[in-house]
């Protein structure tokens, strides 16, 4: 057994080094830019996050300028990456290393994890490529890889302890974070879900899929349930050449982005009486709608919206800001971070030339 662990994780180590794309965060051992680059590529291509963690990097070099910035700076810079949940527990994050942990990212695992945002995932794979920590990491390129080596159809609790345990076994103590990372580019670049490349893949001699002849059917893919959809009705409420935004609450979806006023309209509702309404229990001010502008649609990753815009006014004159409240100037829109699903909204009102 000694003997396979040498060969499997040397077989995975050395492929990596030969074939490994030269992505930015893996010119680094900075552990606050490998953690910062983790949080960016869950649940996100890599071709998506490089070019918001390049940005970020210029922006903010080191773990401390990220505690000593704004979380509206930070929503800025993430604008469009989605999952803003992220975004906030990261910040949270930094700010309680330097306030707890003399700014230096935890070396042990259980106080890694006791930080916002932190999984066992995150934890496994910023230690072991920073830190040489001998954690293995189980994201989905992984699991499917080891499904096929061990012959699991179905990533089950029981099926994942599994993988787990033997992962533990063929760790590479001394390089484990080139080992992790050679297992996930491996179920990049080779083992695919679909048309893997078994003639290239470096461990193919120790997959059972393979010597099955059908590495595909490893694992059993999931049936997903066809996606919830909502229209939802906005309002644009114009003040001469301004019009208003409200930033949503931190602990809501998309916390912490700005927005228009509105909500969802239900089949068989009046969209416009339902806007008024919703104007209303938000804000506090009965509204005139006298145009709608169109719609955009957009999908989020567990359901998708028909975007109904609507230009408003105020009856009278009660809406003040505050820091939760702003009236902007059309060109001030960049100032502020929109979920994307109003960016498509803005895009479509400039060929419209807006208000005009």
């Keep these: 057994m000694l003997s396979l662990n040498k060969t499997f994780s040397n077989d995975v180590i050395s492929w990596y080094n030969k074939n490994k794309r030269p992505l930015s965060f893996r010119m680094t051992k900075d552990p606050y830019k490998i953690w910062l680059s983790e949080v960016m590529l869950q649940q996100t291509k890599?071709?998506?996050?490089?070019?918001?963690?390049?940005?970020?990097?210029?922006?903010?070099?080191?773990?401390?300028?990220?505690?000593?910035?704004?979380?509206?700076?930070?929503?800025?810079?993430?604008?469009?990456?989605?999952?803003?949940?992220?975004?906030?527990?990261?910040?949270?994050?930094?700010?309680?290393?330097?306030?707890?942990?003399?700014?230096?990212?935890?070396?042990?695992?259980?106080?890694?994890?006791?930080?916002?945002?932190?999984?066992?995932?995150?934890?496994?794979?910023?230690?072991?490529?920073?830190?040489?920590?001998?954690?293995?990491v189980l994201d989905g390129n992984v699991k499917r890889v080891m499904s096929r080596i061990i012959g699991i159809k179905t990533l089950t609790k029981h099926n994942l302890k599994r993988i787990n345990k033997f992962l533990n076994l063929v760790i590479c103590e001394k390089n484990p974070g080139d080992f992790n990372q050679g297992l996930m580019?491996?179920?990049?670049?080779?083992?695919?879900?679909?048309?893997?490349?078994?003639?290239?893949?470096?461990?193919?001699?120790?997959?059972?899929?393979?010597?099955?002849?059908?590495?595909?059917?490893?694992?059993?893919?999931?049936?997903?349930?066809?996606?919830?959809?909502?229209?939802?009705?906005?309002a644009i409420i114009w003040r001469k050449d301004k019009f208003y935004i409200q930033k949503r609450n931190a602990d809501q979806m998309l916390g912490g982005l700005w927005e228009f006023p509105g909500g969802i309209v239900n089949q068989g509702q009046d969209p416009e009486l339902v806007l008024k309404q919703k104007v209303y229990e938000e804000c506090g001010v009965e509204t005139k709608i006298f145009k709608k502008i169109g719609f955009v649609d957009h999908a989020f990753s567990h359901f998708t919206i028909r975007l109904n815009g609507y230009f408003c006014t105020e009856k009278k004159y009660f809406l003040n800001e505050n820091k939760n409240r702003k009236w902007i100037l059309k060109q001030n829109i960049k100032n502020y971070s929109f979920p994307k699903a109003n960016h498509k909204l803005f895009k479509q009102l400039e060929l419209n030339n807006w208000y005009a």
């Design 46 to 136: 890599v071709k998506t996050a490089l070019p918001y963690y390049d940005n970020w990097i210029k922006k903010f070099p080191t773990l401390k300028s990220v505690s000593l910035s704004n979380l509206d700076s930070l929503l800025k810079l993430w604008e469009g990456l989605g999952y803003y949940k992220r975004c906030n527990n990261f910040y949270k994050a930094t700010k309680l290393v330097v306030s707890d942990f003399n700014s230096e990212i935890p070396k042990e695992k259980t106080q890694f994890m006791s930080l916002p945002g932190v999984g066992d995932y995150t934890a496994s794979a910023v230690l072991s490529i920073a830190f040489n920590k001998p954690y293995p």
């Design 185 to 234: 580019e491996i179920g990049a670049l080779i083992c695919k879900p679909h048309n893997p490349v078994c003639i290239k893949c470096p461990i193919n001699n120790f997959c059972y899929a393979s010597r099955m002849k059908h590495p595909e059917a490893y694992p059993v893919k999931k049936k997903f349930k066809p996606r919830p959809h909502f229209n939802v009705a906005i």
